[in-house]
T-cell receptor
Framework: NAGVMQNPRHLVRRRGQEARLRCSPM?????VYWYRQLPEEGLKFMVY????????ESGMPKERFSAEFPKEGPSILRIQQVVRGDSAAYFC???????????FGPGTRLLVL | EDQVTQSPEALRLQEGESSSLNCSYT??????LFWYRQDPGKGPEFLFT???AGEEKEKERLKATLTKKESFLHITAPKPEDSATYLC??????????????FGGGTRVLVKP
């Protein structure tokens, strides 16, 4: 039973470019969450999605960041016009309809040059 | 606003030297408290969920307990492979809060042989 999958594992972008991070939840899970871990800081919630719906985006910056979880395919976290402060590890987690436990993927480490 | 504070920030133990990690929380209605383990460069790995004061969960050398204001993670006779950062997170009961986890800063544990 495959766990949460994220790709790419490492992503390097220059300032002003776009970053696209992908997350495939665990089999049978319909809830997806994105968290960010800045260097020397704790994990911070960004957004919570179910298929085709954004449920809670209270932790996501209002500008340049967007997230989607389409009917088919992985969830995407998109960062437009990246800046150096976006350099961080981005983790995706998933949970089932019935259980609240969130299972995390290996993360995508974004480095903005 | 939910607050989760973990102490100590770092802990150095000799192999076999038992110790406890603390997670104190302030939350408006606790739905669940979660413990995760995170190894360098990897995503958080789920350990335990605790739901009510007095509850205890065990797994190998780890035991988690919960009171109304804090949780403890006891490590009994640790081995070097127990070296990791241990994260505590809370989930609120209020539906409007969605399913976002609020994390503490973590405790970095190093077990020396």
């Amino acid at each position: 039973n495959a766990g949460v999958m994220q790709n790419p594992r490492h992503l390097v972008r220059r300032r002003g470019q776009e970053a696209r991070l992908r997350c495939s939840p665990m089999k049978g899970h319909s809830h997806v969450y994105w968290y960010r871990q800045l260097p020397e800081e704790g994990l911070k919630f960004m957004v919570y999605l179910q298929k085709e719906n954004i449920i809670d985006e209270s932790g996501m910056p209002k500008e340049r960041f967007s997230a989607e979880f389409p009917k088919e395919g992985p969830s995407i976290l998109r960062i437009q016009q990246v800046v150096r402060g976006d350099s961080a590890a981005y983790f995706c987690a998933s949970s089932s309809q019935r259980q609240e436990t969130q299972y995390f993927g290996p993360g995508t480490r974004l480095l903005v040059l | 606003e939910d607050q989760v504070t973990q102490s100590p920030e770092a802990l150095r133990l000799q192999e076999g030297e038992s110790s406890s990690l603390n997670c104190s929380y302030t939350v408006s209605g606790l739905r669940g408290l979660f413990w995760y383990r995170q190894d360098p460069g990897k995503g958080p790995e789920f350990l335990f969920t605790l739901y009510s004061a007095g509850e205890e969960k065990e797994k190998e050398r780890l035991k988690a307990t919960l009171t109304k204001k804090e949780s403890f993670l006891h490590i009994t006779a640790p081995k070097p492979e127990d070296s990791a950062t241990y994260l505590c997170a809370v989930l609120r009961t209020i539906k409007a809060a969605g399913n976002k986890l609020t994390f503490g800063g973590g405790t970095r544990v190093l077990v020396k042989p």
